[in-house]
Antibody, heavy 119, light 107 residues
Framework: QVLLVESGGGVVQPGTSLRLSCAAS????????MHWVRQAPGKGLEWVAV????????HYADSVKGRFTISRDNSENTMYLQLNSLRVEDTAMYFC????????????WGKGTTVTVSS | DIQMTQSPSTLSASVGDRVTITCRAS??????LAWFQQKPGRAPELLIY???TLESGVPSRFSGSGSGPDFTLTISSLQPDDFATYYC?????????FGQGTKLEIK
């Protein structure tokens, strides 16, 4: 079955960096777009970024553009999110999610990894 | 960016009730809409995509309808497992956007 496992979260200070990983299994990873979606404590879902199956196309939310970078390694079935210049408002659970193809709906979610930005 | 507005924000209902949640897009999104259910401490789960297609394994008491800017999620007969928060999401264009959520509570 499709499985997505996030890792790399933690407690960091404002202005620092973090890299999140999402290990995928149970499907042909290179054939699907992949997303990051976050959820601040007690708040709703906020889409963060998406990357195409071949890694050549991506899109970002305005709130993270220029600070976060999405990437993937299809040989390792892993997606990444590099978080730079972190702010207190980036504190959230970060979910990795699989696209139903490309530019399509999200069909599977990971359990998430928590990022806390605090001084 | 396309804004997604859900109503109501909170809904109180009883087991066996029929409930409807609405989602309005700030512009036409054709049928590029999904609905998700999220329980506390858990990841969201897909219920419906393309506005009205039931995801495999989702009970048939869930249904979706609508197109263009206005959509609905209906639960025909509430079960205890259905009390959760529901989100709509448009995938017509980037950035992908979610509604603010509807919390379905036990009356």
């Amino acid at each position: 079955q499709v499985l997505l496992v996030e890792s790399g979260g933690g407690v960091v200070q404002p202005g620092t960096s973090l890299r999140l990983s999402c290990a995928a299994s149970g499907f042909t990873f290179r054939n699907y777009g992949m997303h990051w979606v976050r959820q601040a404590p007690g708040k709703g879902l906020e889409w963060v970024a998406v990357i195409s199956g071949d890694g050549n196309n991506n899109h970002y939310a305005d709130s993270v553009k220029g600070r976060f970078t999405i990437s993937r390694d299809n040989s390792e079935n892993t997606m990444y999110l590099q978080l730079n210049s972190l702010r207190v408002e980036d504190t959230a659970m970060y979910f990795c999610a699989k696209d139903g193809g490309w530019n399509y709906y999200i069909d599977v979610w990971g359990k998430g990894t928590t990022v806390t930005v605090s001084s | 960016d396309i804004q997604m507005t859900q109503s109501p924000s909170t809904l109180s209902a009883s087991v066996g009730d029929r409930v409807t949640i609405t989602c309005r897009a700030s512009q036409s999104i054709s049928s590029w809409l999904a609905w998700f259910q999220q329980k506390p401490g858990r990841a969201p789960e897909l219920l419906i995509y393309d506005a009205s297609t039931l995801e495999s394994g989702v009970p048939s008491r869930f249904s979706g309808s609508g197109s263009g800017p206005d959509f609905t999620l209906t639960i025909s007969s509430l079960q205890p497992d259905d009390f959760a928060t529901y989100y709509c999401q448009q995938y017509d264009s980037y950035p992908v956007t979610f509604g603010q959520g509807t919390k379905l509570e036990i009356k």
